[in-house]
């Protein structure tokens, strides 16, 4: 079966790093997304990776290993704006999107 | 551009009654999709379109019913809702290219009684 797991909960300080990981087993193999959804808010794509090593984007970055099956989502400095959930979402074979239950991620000041 | 326009926000229905989820987008985007997002669990697919007059199941597409007459639009048909569709629901559309970024409406909370 198709599959993604990520960890259900996460803290983290304010000014700190984070890293939120992310295993897959899916048919076929076309991508892997990261989003950003606020409590009761809509997800805002955040990355994109399908080739291996790390995307960097500002604050954000992702990294993908395609032979492992393992992605992460790295934050740096972190504001008190990026408690919110983070999203994995592998595309397989068929272009269709594989999604995570989300990691909620609290941060203290 | 308003970009996803999804309505209503919030919608309490009785079991057995019928309800139509509106969702359109401005984007000329060819594929739109339906989604709902249960506690726990992560984003399921209802149903998609990779234009208008194409149609086609995703993994929960029980008890609802979709259908695609312009490039705009998208709605979703609860057929006679029942309380395991309490749910929140999202409409997502997407282009082509070599980032298939989709773009979330803002949902809908239902609730089945």
């Known amino acids: 079966g198709q599959n993604i797991d990520q960890p259900t909960e996460m803290t983290a300080t304010e000014g700190a790093i984070v890293q939120i990981n992310c295993t897959y087993q899916t048919s076929g193999f076309n991508g892997l997304f990261w989003y950003q959804q606020h409590a009761g808010e809509a997800p805002t794509f955040l990355s994109y990776?399908?080739l291996d090593g790390l995307e960097e984007k500002g604050r954000f970055s992702s990294f993908l290993s395609r032979s492992k099956g393992y992605s992460y989502l790295l934050l740096k400095e972190l504001q008190m704006k990026d408690s919110a959930s983070y999203l994995c979402a592998a595309l397989d074979s068929n272009y269709q999107l594989i999604w995570g239950a989300g990691t909620k991620l609290i941060i203290k000041p | 551009n308003a970009g996803v326009t999804q309505t209503p926000k919030f919608q309490v229905l009785k079991t057995g009654q019928s309800m139509t989820l509106q969702c359109a987008q401005d984007?000329?985007?060819?594929?739109m999709s339906w989604y709902r997002q249960d506690p726990g669990m992560g984003l399921r697919l209802i149903h998609y379109?990779?234009?208008?007059?194409?149609?086609d199941q995703g993994e929960v597409p029980n008890g609802y019913n979709v259908s695609r007459s312009t490039t705009e639009d998208f709605p979703l048909r609860l057929l006679s809702a029942a309380p395991s569709q309490t749910s929140v629901y999202f409409c997502?559309?997407?282009?082509?290219?070599?980032?298939?970024?989709?773009?979330f409406g803002s949902g809908t909370q239902l609730s089945v009684l």
């Open positions: 997502a559309s997407g282009g082509t290219g070599d980032i298939v970024e989709l773009f």
């Open positions: 984007m000329n985007h060819e594929y």
């Open positions: 990776n399908v």
């Open positions: 379109s990779v234009g208008a007059g194409i149609t």
